[in-house]
């Protein structure tokens, strides 16, 4: 991009963000530094929109000498992340409200924004890099794999692809703390927040039961074994995740592991840490970054946690929409609510979430044709 445009920077008051500006001025670049305001009057435990963050990317803004503003996304935030958040929680999933933040705010909310203002691109400080090739915007990892954050990116297509900017997409941490130094930003040093912003003390579960007090799910229920014997109770399937070995509550004589839960009949199910594996599973709202699948059956490695290692499947188109995801190994905790990302190589193709199915029955062996 040779030619100098108007760029907004999404500023999370993070050392990331503040680069991306920093690069973005240098290049000689139109800059304008905005932070979201996502907690209304809370503080804000993690990575944006607290207090703390709006002054820091103020102090970045100033030091570099462009504009800074902020913009209020409380009612866009709790309706888009917040509320689905707990919807998904009550529902027995485990959702990834940073996925849905960067999808309906920061690359939904903040464009259309954006296009009012008159800019013509939005940046952020993500590790992902965007690839033009034979007229069609790419998707592609990060240079530095460990900070790589395509996966949680991978809802982008080419309306968006094509108007936003991610400038350390080739550059890893230790570079980019680098810039920041050189350029006396006040946030170089600042530490990396890896909480949920809005859910104190990492409880999630205390979180969802405040919100749904009356929801089914967030009241005890019985705890089962795979063969469906009852074990004793549990505090309710909003409190589990499927993989989580801690806060079941008692001691079993051996390490077990939530293998499944059933929403429904608010039940949740513990076994062995195998138990936790799978071959097989489902996604739902499927994105794909060239707005259409690559065929209707293709191979893809598939990533379902961030930064978790991608895993050679055979990926199908269902009739009803749905797409299947057939591992050639075995995935740890397919978790309903979580996305699973298709990748060819460094190439995001598309991604969507893992859909509930009926709860697994452990005394067949037959998955899903």
């Known amino acids: 991009m040779n030619e100098k445009k108007q760029v907004i920077v999404a500023m999370s008051g993070g050392v990331d963000s503040s680069v991306a500006v920093a690069l973005l001025k240098d290049q000689g670049h139109r800059v304008i530094g905005v932070t979201l305001r996502l907690l209304g009057l809370e503080a804000g435990v993690g990575c944006c929109g607290s207090t703390r963050d709006i002054e820091d990317a103020r102090a970045v803004c100033a030091t570099l000498d462009v504009p800074h503003y902020v913009l209020d996304f409380v009612a866009d935030f709790k309706a888009s992340v ?4 707990v919807r998904s929680y009550v529902a027995g999933e485990t959702p990834n409200p940073c996925i849905d933040c960067n999808r309906f705010i920061k690359f939904d909310a903040l464009l259309k924004k954006a296009s009012a203002l008159g800019a013509d691109f939005v940046a952020t400080g993500h590790y992902a890099r965007i690839v ?5 915007f790419h998707l592609e990892r990060a240079k530095d794999r460990k900070k790589d954050q395509s996966y949680v990116l991978h809802h982008l297509g080419q309306s968006e692809l094509s108007r936003l900017l991610f400038p350390l997409g080739d550059f890893d941490k230790a570079e980019a703390r680098e810039i920041a130094r050189r350029h006396q930003l006040p946030v170089a040093e600042k530490e990396e927040s890896m909480e949920i912003c809005f859910v104190p003390d990492r409880d999630a579960g205390g979180y969802v039961k405040a919100a749904a007090p009356d929801a089914p799910t967030t009241v005890p229920g019985p705890l089962v074994d795979t063969s469906g014997k009852r074990l004793g109770h549990h505090k309710g399937v909003a409190f589990y995740t499927i993989g989580q070995r801690e806060g079941l509550g008692s001691t079993f004589g051996r390490p077990v592991y939530v293998v499944d839960l059933d929403p429904a ?12 594996y799978s071959d097989y599973f489902e996604v739902r709202d499927a994105i794909w970054t060239a707005g259409h699948p690559p065929a209707d ?4 490695e598939v990533q379902i946690r961030a930064h978790a290692p991608t895993v050679p499947c055979a990926v199908t188109l269902r009739p009803d929409g749905s797409v299947g995801v057939r591992a ?3 995935f740890r905790a397919a978790t309903p609510g979580q996305s699973a990302v298709f990748y060819r190589g460094d190439v995001v193709v598309g991604g969507g979430t893992i859909r509930r199915s009926a709860p697994r029955n452990f005394a067949k062996t037959a998955v899903p044709a």
């Open 297 to 300: 059956e293709f191979e893809s």
């Open 82 to 85: 917040r509320d689905p958040f």
């Open 328 to 330: 050639n190994a075995r």
């Open 132 to 136: 033009r090739k034979d007229g069609i």
């Open 265 to 276: 009949a608010n039940t949740v199910m513990i076994g062995n840490n195998d138990e936790v």
